[in-house]
């Protein structure tokens, strides 16, 4: 597999605070990767660093051999990366269907672009019955699914997912990693943020550790699995 995201040495700080310090990563075409760590370990400013929403101090990102470091997000999401923020990030007075229509805003495919919302109702019959409706009046769950339909609407290359699963029933964090699983099988790649190390791990190829800004382990994700430090450490075990 290709290289597609490449994250050389990166560093952002809040002020004083060093967040991230020099952590290196990559992402290969197609690939899926978690990144785990404590609260306050840096997970969710990486993200968006790579996403172009933090500016670094020091370091690079590079996306399919395009330097992307200082670019701002809204020239990032054209290339082809998607960012679904912690806590959904969806507009809540706008309505189902205008949220959809904001991830394809890219896009000047019409027609497909409205099969393809017409097949997410199908899918999710709940985001359909309630199209016309305020995205804020729908349940937390369906929230994180109108926030990942939206983010795959503008075909991206690559997929980052913050906390997908934080606050969520069984049965909806089901629903969202089988859209994440179908995501993958057309050949988008994910670096997904996840809490929950054992699901996140075991909806992975590769996963890194990283603790207070600092990459201390990556290995495939059945190694890690296995490794009698990360289940003390994370999985409770």
């Not at 370091?59 to 051999?65: C, D, I, K, Q, W």
């Not at 027609?111 to 016309?132: C, F, K, M, S, W």
């Not at 305020?134 to 991206?156: C, D, H």
């Not at 909806?172 to 994910?190: N, P, R, S, Y």
């Amino acid at each position: 597999m290709s290289e597609l995201l490449n994250v050389h040495e990166l560093r952002v700080a809040y002020g004083q605070i060093h967040a991230v310090q020099g952590v290196s990563l990559t992402v290969a075409e197609g690939e899926r990767v978690c990144l785990i760590g404590a609260n306050g370990a840096g997970k969710t400013t990486l993200l968006k660093a790579i996403a172009g929403m933090l500016p670094p101090l020091g370091g690079s990102v590079h996306f399919a051999g395009q330097p992307i470091t200082h670019k701002p997000s809204h020239q990032i999401v054209p290339l082809g990366i998607a960012l679904v923020p912690e806590g959904r990030g969806i507009f809540s007075r706008l309505s189902v269907a205008e949220n959809l229509a904001m991830g394809a805003y890219i896009r000047r495919d019409k027609l497909a672009v409205n099969q393809e919302i017409d097949t997410i109702y199908q899918r999710y019959p709940r985001l359909g019955e309630r199209r016309a409706q305020p995205a804020g009046q729908l349940s937390g769950g369906e929230q994180q699914l109108l926030a990942i339909n939206r983010a795959l609407l503008s075909r991206p290359r690559l997929l980052l997912l913050d906390e997908p699963s934080m606050g969520l029933a069984p049965l909806m964090v089901k629903a969202i990693f089988g859209t994440l699983q179908d995501a993958h099988q057309q050949g988008v790649a994910i670096l997904l943020v996840e809490q929950n190390a054992h699901l996140a791990l075991s909806h992975s190829d590769r996963g890194y550790i990283l603790e207070t800004g600092k990459i201390t382990q990556h290995d495939s994700a059945a190694e890690l699995i296995a490794n009698t430090d990360i289940k003390k450490a994370y999985f409770g075990e």
